[in-house]
């Protein structure tokens, strides 16, 4: 197995130093593709928007009430009020 170079093991920590923010991006991307899909892309956008909530630490029963809404308004809500605001 290689060694990283210094260079490589920067990037990784400034990746994990803002995996918040990036998963915080990465919602508002689904959550408005969200409100265009139908179907089974509805549903693989739903899966990732749970995995990215649950890669943030969110309640699992909040994920699953916002889930079984299939609601994008409610999440886009959800997601002002509890995760853009801490």
């Known amino acids: ?4 170079t210094p260079y ?14 990036i998963m915080k991006q990465k919602l508002s991307e689904l959550t408005t593709d969200l409100y ?3 179907g ?3 549903i693989q956008l739903w899966k990732r928007i749970t995995q990215a909530l649950t ?11 916002l889930a079984v809404s299939d609601n994008p308004a409610l999440l886009a809500e959800f997601l ?5 605001k801490k």
């Open 1 to 4: 197995m290689q060694k990283r």
């Open 8 to 21: 490589q093991d920067k990037i990784i920590k400034r990746y994990y130093d803002n995996r918040s923010d």
């Open 36 to 38: 265009l899909a139908e």
């Open 40 to 42: 089974k892309k509805r």
């Open 55 to 65: 890669n943030l630490g969110v309640d699992p029963i909040c994920i699953e009430r």
């Open 80 to 84: 002002e009020k509890k995760v853009y």
